[in-house]
């Protein structure tokens, strides 16, 4: 006769050890690579993964938990870029002085992206479905060509002379806060809100869940922690061009987002992980690389459509409260079991 | 006036090539619902198919266009038995993410086997006519020529033929035409083949008019031709080619009066307005979602 009560210590126990590791990771990121355990190039791997993690995951929240199909990530990422850019070379050239300005530039590079994600999301109350994915794709061609014809910012040649800013606790600090907000934002009212919206809009709409008000917040989130991805990918390469932010990147993160599964957190930390992991593990193979890559997508849908974690969650992503709800449902199905 | 029309003649060659691979997401659009995003692949192909034909075989353009409309035609159908077919029952974006991997794979492949762009040979001896001025080029003739025999061919398929009627019967409802004794999967694979020929004929006509295949190129003609194929209704096959000239001629008419790099630009800026006045498309109907 185990009553749900008998748990809550373990619980506790729990709570406390996520925001630990956290903090562990952290200082780890910062004093391993200081002390030159690390390897420029293991570094460098790492923080490709946490820039793809905060990308996934972010597309994650419009493609998994709203259930439209956006093509248009990397043009929010492409405005995050240039614009953390800009801002650190030509309006805020304070290069080693005051370095504590760069996440400033980070979260205005964002916030940039999370204006132009508000203007999709007026566009999607019209169109939806596969009129919607159009619609992203003509936002992210726009914003390439754009970016290919302004002169100020280097135009098609590209933009130099970003100093190189971008380091592993910056990583690892940003892509915890986007797994933590988009994690906090998908369990609140507004998130179920949101996740309304995926599995029936028309239904919401007549009970009173303000769809409209759900899409803007999930696209100007999600533009947002892309633009911040961005603005962080231009710090660490030191140089971009609008080509990098063609539809080959867009295809490059819904193959993450849909190899590690819709509607997960989880699942988009491991895709991206895996993806970006196992791009570098197969290097050697040459040319073979990039054709079993998407041999290996192919078949892992024929044979797990939902990809490895679908609407599953890990239960060290779920809030405490959400926590308790799932192991008081796992233990009445034991009892069950049992009787 | 005499520029336009020179730049109108351009605009129906390039037209055409987008209307045919337009064609081909249409036809798999209106009786599966899915967008067969490898489709601009299957085009790339078709432009490999006849190089390949056109350089160590060096047979003539007629055997070369048919040739490349039948290898098309047998990968098109091979990925709809292999990779498609299987997610039939499935959550339709896993046949979505499923043919962005095979477009990728299609990609990755003939990058394998040829690394560097290839230069086309001349098929056809270019002749230049001179009416009153306007210039009309052999090629451009015989682009436009084929591109529309191939669209008259299908029409006449899908509107005259027992498989065409089962076709249609598809798109409207494809478990009772199954229960009526319709072969589904045979008209279904049959589908994918006429739309994956079109698409490798407008891979061929494409490197006659400009002699440069690289196994990117489908990426963004593919996405173009898709464009077409939303702009004219995505379903509707007249939709589809009334949506490859108009986007064939709105591009043609930028770069002549605008600078080129504006003509990405300027197209999507219209394509977006266009989604905002008509979110279904020329030709396409709004459809009623029942609850």
């Not at chain 1, 979260?107 to 939806?128: E, H």
């Not at chain 2, 290898?71 to 038995?81: D, K, Q, Y």
């Not at chain 2, 930028?254 to 394509?271: E, I, Q």
């Amino acid at each position: 006769m185990s009553t749900p009560k008998l748990h809550a210590p373990s619980h506790r126990h729990r709570k406390g050890m996520l925001p630990a590791l956290l903090a562990g990771g952290l200082a780890a990121s910062y004093l391993l690579p200081y002390f030159g355990v690390l390897s420029p190039y293991v570094q460098l791997i790492l923080i490709s993964v946490g820039v793809n993690i905060i990308l996934t995951s972010s597309l994650n929240l419009v493609n998994g938990y709203m259930g439209e199909f956006s093509v248009g990530h990397a043009g929010f990422m492409a405005v995050g870029a240039y614009g953390a850019a800009v801002l650190s070379v030509n309006v805020l050239p304070y290069g080693a002085a005051a370095p504590w300005l760069f996440p400033l530039a980070i979260v205005a590079g964002g916030l940039a992206a999370a204006l132009l994600g508000c203007v999709v999301a007026l566009l999607s109350f019209k169109t939806r479905g596969d009129y919607l994915a159009i619609v992203t794709l003509a936002f992210l061609m726009i914003v390439k060509s754009t970016l290919e014809n302004l002169d100020v910012v280097g135009g098609a040649r590209g933009f130099l002379g970003i100093e190189k800013l971008t380091t592993l606790p910056w990583v690892v600090a940003w892509s915890v806060a986007t797994i933590w907000v988009i994690r906090n934002l998908v369990h609140s009212r507004y998130g179920r809100d949101i996740q309304a919206v995926r599995d029936d809009e028309i239904a919401a709409n007549q009970t009173g869940v303000d769809t409209r008000r759900a899409k803007v917040l999930a696209f100007s989130v999600s533009s947002f922690f892309a633009g911040v991805a961005g603005g962080l990918l231009a710090h660490h390469l030191q140089f971009i061009n609008p080509r990098m932010f063609d539809i080959a990147k867009s295809t490059d993160m819904l193959v993450m987002v849909y190899l590690g599964g819709i509607g997960s957190l989880g699942g988009s930390i491991l895709g991206a992980t895996i993806y970006t992991l196992l791009l570098e593990a197969l290097r050697p193979l040459g040319a073979f690389r990039m054709m079993l890559m998407p041999l290996m997508l192919v078949l892992l849908m024929l044979f797990r459509p939902r990809g490895i974690m679908g609407m599953r969650e890990f239960s060290w992503l779920l809030p405490a409260c959400d926590r308790d709800a799932r192991e008081a449902a796992a233990s009445d199905v034991d009892k069950d079991g049992k009787a | 006036m005499l520029y336009v029309l020179q730049q109108t003649l351009n605009a129906l060659q390039l037209g055409s090539i987008y209307a045919l691979i337009a064609l081909g997401y249409t036809l798999v659009y209106s009786i599966l619902r899915m967008i067969n995003f490898a489709h601009g692949d299957i085009f790339m192909v078709g432009g490999f198919v006849c190089f390949a034909a056109a350089t160590y075989l060096q047979l003539p353009f007629a055997v070369t266009l048919l040739l490349a409309m039948g290898c098309t035609a047998i990968l098109g159908a091979g990925l709809e038995r292999l990779a498609y077919r299987p997610l039939r029952d499935a959550p339709r974006v896993s046949a979505v993410i499923t043919a962005l991997g095979c477009g990728i794979f299609l990609e990755h492949f003939v990058l394998w086997l040829s690394p560097y762009p290839q230069h086309v040979p001349a098929l056809l001896q270019n002749q230049t006519w001179s009416l009153g001025g306007l210039s009309v080029s052999s090629i451009q003739t015989a682009i436009v020529a084929i591109a529309v025999a191939l669209m008259l061919v299908l029409d006449f398929i899908v509107q005259r033929t027992m498989l065409g009627l089962a076709m249609r019967g598809i798109s409207m409802d494809m478990k009772a035409v199954a229960l009526m004794g319709v072969p589904v999967d045979l008209v279904i694979s049959s589908t994918f083949a006429f739309g994956a020929a079109l698409g490798g004929a407008a891979g061929v006509l494409y490197s006659l008019a400009y002699p440069v295949v690289d196994p990117y190129m489908g990426v963004l003609m593919g996405w173009k031709a898709f464009i077409a194929a939303v702009l004219g209704g995505i379903g509707h096959i007249r939709g589809a080619v009334l949506g490859g000239f108009l986007l064939g001629a709105v591009e043609i008419l930028v770069t002549a009066f605008l600078p080129s790099t504006y003509r990405d630009l300027t197209v999507f800026t219209l394509l977006l307005m266009l989604l905002i006045v008509r979110p279904h498309g020329i030709l396409g109907r709004p459809t009623l979602q029942k609850v």
